[in-house]
Every structure is written in structure tokens, then in C-alpha cells.
């Protein structure tokens, strides 16, 4: 199994910028991908940013060229860094792995832009 802790959520004002960090239990060289998934109030979760074990990173359109997701092998972390935020960006950010064919969760970070 892998666990998932986040971190890194807050307030923040429309135009600025938050890390959010995820950190796993396992050693992330053996997880297949990691992403991170937000849900807003009353809508699915949807995609944010994903990377593979390619490496390969795809973002969803609304964050492509704001959001960069990273990892950091040694700390088996992975992070999202999130800039020029917009109110619309303002959900519950959840960090997914993808691991022996299993999707793992977090418990969630809430983000929240005020405008």
C-alpha cells in the first residue's frame, strides 16, 4: 500500500502563488505515477497534473503554463507549485498513486483564492 500525506494548502489572493507537497510512504521510483486532482464544491474531481515514471507530465488546459509538478526522489515527494492563481483554482487538491495497478489517495488539501 502507499499512503499519501498533503500538505501545503491555505488562503491565498487571486495573482498568487501556494506549494502544495505530497509525501508518500514508499519509495516513489516503484509508484507508476503521481497527480494531483482537485474537487471544487458541487463538481467532479478532475485532473491537475500528472507525472509518470517516464518521466512524462500532462496538465489539464486551465493550469497549463501556471501549475509545474515536480518530485523529489529522495524525499519521495511530490509537489505542485501553483502560480498566478485564479478564484476558479479554489477546490480540495487531492495527491493520487498509481501503484501495482491500485489508485491511492490522500486526504486532501483545501486551496483557497480569494478575488
Known amino acids: 500500500q502507499v499512503q499519501l500525506v498533503e500538505s501545503g494548502g491555505g488562503l491565498v489572493q487571486a495573482g498568487g502563488s501556494l506549494r502544495l507537497s505530497c509525501a508518500a510512504s514508499r519509495s516513489i521510483f516503484s509508484i507508476s505515477a503521481m497527480g494531483w486532482y482537485r474537487q471544487a464544491p458541487g463538481k467532479q474531481r478532475e485532473l491537475v497534473a500528472r507525472v509518470t515514471s517516464g518521466p512524462s507530465t500532462n496538465y489539464a488546459d486551465s493550469v497549463k503554463g501556471r501549475f509545474t509538478i515536480s518530485t523529489d526522489n529522495h524525499k519521495n515527494t511530490v509537489y505542485l507549485q501553483m502560480n498566478s492563481l485564479k478564484s476558479e483554482d479554489t477546490a480540495v487538491y487531492y495527491c493520487?498513486?498509481?501503484?501495482?495497478?491500485?489508485?491511492?489517495w490522500g486526504k486532501g488539501t483545501l486551496v483557497t483564492v480569494s478575488s
Open positions: 493520487n498513486a498509481e501503484w501495482f495497478g491500485m489508485d491511492y
